[in-house]
Every structure is written in C-alpha cells, then in structure tokens.
C-alpha cells in the first residue's frame, strides 16, 4: 500500500514541479470540475454517508455540507483572479528608488486529512482552497465512513487527472504513512490528540500544518438575553447532526438564577424540533458504536453525580443517543473535562460574568465560543475577556459560513486558518519580491566604504 501511496504522491509533485504556476483559467478549470463533481453526485454521496452514520438527516447534509461547498467553490472562482494578484509593498526611502511587491504562489502539493463528521464538506472545502491557490492536492478521508470515502475515491477519479487531485482510502496506517509524505503543506480536520501525531509526523518533513482541531466551545448566555430565544440558537448548533459538529456549543453557561428555566426552554424546543427522536428521521444516529457507549457512560457518571438530566419524554429505549441536557455536572466528570461531541448538552450556572469568563479560561483555548447578549458593553466584556477560534454572536455555527471569514482554531483548537482569502494565503506561498532602481543607491555606500557609507551610518544610524 505504501508504495501505491508514494507513486501517487510522486505523481502530483512532480506535476507540480513541472506546470507550478497554473493560471486562473486553469484553476477555475478545476474548481468547475469540483462543482460538477459535487451536482452530479450528491444523491449517491447523501446515500453513502446516511449509511455510514445509520441514519443522517438528508436536509443537513444539503444544508450543512452541500450547500457551504458550492457556497465556497462560488466565491473562490469568482474571486480568485484578485487574490491571484501581485501585492505592492511600501519600500523605505533608504532603498528608494525600489519596487516591492509580494506574489502569491501555489505551494505545490497539499495533502488533506478528513474525519467523518461532515465527510464531504470537510474533505472538499480545504480542497477548494487548495485547488484556487493553484495546488494539486492528495486526500485522505475517514475510515468510520467507508462506503462515502469509496465513492469520493472513485468519483475524483473519474473528474480529475491522478496528478490533479487523488484520494486515498483507508485506516489509521494508511493515515500515518499519509501524514509522513514531504507535502509542500498538510491540513489536517480532527481531533487534537490526532492533531498532536500529524505534527510530529509532519516536522520530520518540515512539513507546514494547519490543524484544524475541536474543544469545548462554550456559550454564555447572559442575564439580558431571554432563555427561549437562547434555546433556539442552542438547541440549532447543538443537536444538529446529533452533536457531532466541531463547533458545536459543547455546553451553556447560565446565570445562577435563569439556569433552570434555560435547561426547560432547551428541552422544550428540542421536543419541538426532533419529534420521536428515535424514529425521526431528520434526528441524525452516532457514529458509531464506541462513541454511544461513551456518550451514554458520560451521562450516567453525570447522574450519579448528582446532575440532573433532562431528556424528551419517550427518548430512550432505541439505538439513537437522545437529546440530552444536563443541569449542574460535576466539574471534574467526563462531560466537563472532555469534548462532548454529541447531543448531550450540560448547562452550568454562574454568579456573574467574571466567573463566566475565568470558568473559559480554565480550560484549553476553545474552537468557538458563542454569546448571547443584547447589551453592548456586555458584549464587549466577553469578546475582551475569553479567547476562541471564532464567534457568533446572539446565534450559533453560522461564523463558520462565512465566506469572508478566517476559519479556525487557537491554541488547542488549531493552528492556522482557512477559507476563501484566507485559505487561498494559507495555501500560497507569499513571496517577497524587491527591484532596485537603476540608481541602488545602497550599493554605491561601498566596499571599499568611503564617506559616503560613514554619512550614512550618522544619519541613518539615529
Ligand atoms: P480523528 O482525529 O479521530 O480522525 C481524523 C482523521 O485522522 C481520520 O481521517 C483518520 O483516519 C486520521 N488519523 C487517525 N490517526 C491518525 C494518525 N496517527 N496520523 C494521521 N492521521 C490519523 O477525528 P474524528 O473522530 O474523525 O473527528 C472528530 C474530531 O474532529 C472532534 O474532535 C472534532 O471537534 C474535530 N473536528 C474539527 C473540525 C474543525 O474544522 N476544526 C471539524 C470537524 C471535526
């Protein structure tokens, strides 16, 4: 296998080496054959991943997955000829007369790791900005979802060159002998432990990542902000796809005496909104069967440690976890100390809002962090007082939409971002460019240095 991964890899470096700088036409070349890629297949892909998952609500996956792709490719073709051009530069008057300027240039070959939450989008939005800033790309999607990451194999094959843009199937070896090819760039979508081996792997090669990770990203609701209307924006980022999304709110920050009533408002409108849960079908399964047996131990430690759990009357009882909300978890459980990713949401009280902000900024540096609030100053105070990858504010997820907006984490949620402009840069190489006049000035000071270079060390020197 490791051979077949080399020659492919060799493969698209070399045509890299060879055609390094493909022009807009090229590349929107490609990201129209993404586009068809993604029209023409989303029945068979929606199908793929829903048996994958045991049951994935087709509505998401168009909203969640399709949707923000075509979104990307959209913006990326349309905008690619200006972020395509040469940047001018200030040149100091020392160095006068000079041109500076910056060109933004393909890398070469970006190698993409994928996990299995939103398997499309999240293989096929880095591959976007690769192919804009002009790369080839080689991908390497989860194994927990096999029949999609067969499909992908086969379908990218069909659309692209093998140099262009290939895929390779397989588990987590094939992922680590994936993570230790020489790409020119390497962007890895999972979880931080994973994260922590894509790096290691990817320094022997001096290999740059970004990693885009996960964490506990909190919301704050504050006192001014009504829990009905929270609860809707909570119960929306939180149980889509059953909880397993990166950013999802993994749990609430309430003030002490609202705390209550917004469990109740959450449980009320997860009622409304998923039916049944575990027959409906727009009520997404987990993963797989390891990941229920956590998420159901997670919530008995909770229990017996004194949490009250919430659940929609009739939830239990199927193969589906429910939607959970658990009022007042113990601080050091499962459900406090780890990433929850999946439809169990602990709701924490708080006294005021330093509290709020120092129980953030405790823990590891979040993904996201989401704040509902109407007043200003408040707002203010939580942006100032607590770090995230992201925010959305008075609402959830949606920052993560944005075209126009960097995507990613810091600290333990990520390093670097991506999206649109921004993806575009990460996936270049920005490089300096400096042209002297015909009078270089600078190089007349010498050697031999004469008085010239000594009037210039005086002057310059202040
Ligand atoms: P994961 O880290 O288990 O796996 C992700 C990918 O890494 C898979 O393709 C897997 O094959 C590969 N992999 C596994 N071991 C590897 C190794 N040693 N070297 C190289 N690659 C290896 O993550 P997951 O369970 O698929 O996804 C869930 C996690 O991803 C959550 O923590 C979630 O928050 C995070 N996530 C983050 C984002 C984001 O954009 N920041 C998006 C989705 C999910």
Sequence with gaps: MSETLQATFEKARSAARRDRIPDAEARRRRLAALKRLVLENRDDFAR??????????????????????????????????????????????????????????????????????????LALGPLTDALAAGNRALLKPSELTPQFSEILARRVADRFEADEVAVVTGGVEVAQAFAGLPFDHLIFTGSTAVGRKVMQAAADNLTPVTLELGGKSPAIVAPDYGPERAARSIVLGKFANAGQTCIAPDYVLAPADAAEALARAVLARVERAYPDPQTNRQYSNIISQRHRDRLNAAIEEARRGGAEILQPAGATGGDKVPPTIVLGPPEDSRLMTEENFGPVLPVVPYRDLDEALAFVNARPRPLALYAFTRDAKTREAILDGAISGGVTLNGTLLHVAQDDLPFGGVGASGIGAYHGRDGFRRLSHARAVYAPGRANMFERMGPPFGRLARLAIRVLGR
């Excluded at 969640?64 to 200030?90: F, G, Q, Y």
């Design 48 to 121: 793929a991943i829903d048996a994958d998952f045991g049951g994935r609500a087709r509505e998401e996956f168009e909203l969640m997955e399709v949707i923000p792709l075509l979104n990307a490719i959209r913006h990326a073709t349309r905008s690619l000829k200006r972020w395509m051009r040469d940047e001018r530069r200030h040149v100091a008057l020392t160095f006068r007369p000079a041109r500076a300027w910056v060109r933004y240039e393909p890398l070469g070959v970006v190698g993409i790791i994928s996990p299995w939450n939103y398997p499309m989008l």
